[in-house]
């Protein structure tokens, strides 16, 4: 059984760039969610992908976006970084609808934004 | 609005001890709860997960209790060892899948 991956690990972008990151997730699960760490904080919840279609969203702005492919990897874009953005994105993977709610989470990507 | 509160940031214990790691919540809907685990460089660790029908729920070495009338809920480690040293996070289920995060409790379990 495949985990979550993400890539990449790090990365660093300047303000006003465009940044994509990406997460495979674990073999079988049909449901991706993506969170935001920041230093000191837990993760916050940015939104969440089932069957290729958005599931919910936390309070990000539209300039946070995300997709969802046929084998159920998943990208998480993010348009004109700000240094508020920096931060350590997380990707967590599970199986809607067998009335488990764990997630499984990759290791992922630093984004630091100068 | 923080709706998952660890109000204590560290937690410091003897190696053979137990360490009791605190969880409150604000919303009453919440009906699934989950404590992870996170070491440096890591992504968050499943560790063990609660429904809100019971109160009670063990996995080897860790127990998670939930008092749903004061909304709290708490993660007992026995015996601690210096391998559990590492973030841990409580998390709340909100219906459709978001998890909802404390803010962390780092335990550090000396030899």
């Known amino acids: 059984e495949t985990g979550v991956t993400q890539s990449p690990t790090h990365l660093i972008k300047t303000r006003g760039q465009q940044v994509t990151l990406r997460c495979s997730s674990q073999s079988g699960h049909n449901t991706v969610s993506w969170y935001q760490q920041a230093l000191g904080q837990g993760p916050q919840f940015i939104f969440q992908?089932?069957?290729?279609?958005?599931?919910g969203r936390g309070n990000f702005p539209p300039r946070f976006s995300g997709l969802q492919f046929p084998n159920y990897s998943s990208e998480l874009n993010v348009n004109a970084l700000e240094l508020d953005d920096s931060a350590l994105y997380l990707c967590a993977s599970s199986m809607r609808g067998e009335g488990s709610y764990e997630q499984y989470f990759g290791p992922g990507t630093r984004l630091t934004v100068t | 609005d923080q709706q998952v509160k660890q109000n204590s940031p560290s937690l410091s214990v003897q190696e053979g001890r137990i360490s009791i790691l605190n969880c409150d919540y604000t919303?009453?809907?919440?009906?699934?709860f989950l404590w992870y685990k996170k070491y440096p460089a890591e992504g968050p660790t499943f560790l063990i997960s609660i429904s809100s029908i019971k109160d009670k729920n063990e996995d080897g070495r860790f127990t998670v209790f939930l008092n749903k009338s004061a909304k709290h809920l708490s993660l007992h480690i026995v015996p601690s060892q210096p391998g559990d040293s590492a973030v841990y996070f409580c998390a709340a289920e909100n219906q459709g899948g978001k998890l909802i995060f404390g803010q962390g409790t780092e335990l550090s379990v000396k030899p």
């Open positions: 919303n009453s809907m919440f009906d699934y």
């Open positions: 992908y089932y069957r290729e279609e958005e599931n």
